[in-house]
């Protein structure tokens, strides 16, 4: 098993520009959540999913959107990038009893100029 | 949880020694616990979980403990080595609300 795979791992935007994250995992986990790192901070919970077709919002969620079609896939967008975003992106995963926690991928850093 | 901004609580211990790293959590009603471990440019790695019905448990030279009266977890290491040098955050979840959320990391540093 591949576990929480995300791409890209870097990533540098102009302000304004959209783009999206992508996280899919291959555990058949039905909870996905999306946290963003910012240097010596601790994780803040951007948006997360129970299941395909629900989403929900996390702490700070504003400028960011989610959808999950599938299972497997959990796709964060950014809609117009701005420098406050520049930060490193972390997905998350975890079976439904929650046993082990959640897996988190390997992060996306994204800078935004 | 609130973040402390840059500079991070910072527990130095040689190496050898017991850790004991804690945290304070924020909502009464959470029930399950983990503590995590944050080496430099990777993702946070499962150290050992406990949900609310207990107070402590064991794993392989760790242990966490559970104080629901004054809403307080902690994550003991045993014979602290080099490789344990990280940040470890905790994190909470209600499991209504299936959101886990982290509290403020705290920087192990083991010197020799």
């Known amino acids: 098993n591949a576990g929480v795979t995300q791409t890209p791992k870097f990533q540098v935007l102009k302000t304004g520009q959209s783009m999206t994250l992508q996280c899919a995992q291959d555990m058949n986990h039905e909870y996905m959540s999306w946290y963003r790192q910012d240097p010596g901070m601790g994780l803040r919970l951007i948006h997360y999913?129970?299941?395909?077709?629900?989403?929900d919002q996390g702490e700070v969620p504003n400028g960011y959107n989610v959808s999950r079609s599938t299972t497997e896939d959990f796709p964060l967008r950014l809609l117009s990038a701005a420098p406050s975003q520049t930060s490193v992106y972390f997905c998350?995963?975890?079976?439904?009893?929650?046993?082990?926690?959640?897996?988190f991928g390997s992060g996306t850093r994204l800078t935004v100029v | 949880g609130e973040s402390v901004g840059l500079h991070l609580p910072t527990l130095s211990v040689q190496e050898g020694d017991n850790s004991i790293i804690n945290c304070a959590y924020s909502n009464s009603a959470s029930d399950y616990f983990i503590w995590y471990k944050q080496e430099s440019g990777k993702g946070p790695q499962f150290i050992i979980d406990?949900?609310?019905?207990?107070d402590k448990r064991q794993g392989q030279r760790v242990t966490v403990l559970l104080n629901k009266t004054v809403k307080h977890l902690s994550l003991q290491i045993a014979a602290t080595q080099p490789g344990d040098s990280a940040v470890y955050f905790c994190?909470?979840?209600?499991?209504?609300?299936?959101?886990?959320?982290f509290g403020t990391g705290t920087r192990l540093q083991v010197f020799p």
């Open positions: 998350a995963s975890s079976s439904w009893d929650r046993d082990y926690g959640y897996t």
């Open positions: 999913s129970v299941g395909a077709g629900i989403t």
């Open positions: 994190a909470e979840s209600v499991q209504d609300t299936d959101k886990l959320i």
């Open positions: 406990i949900r609310s019905n207990m």
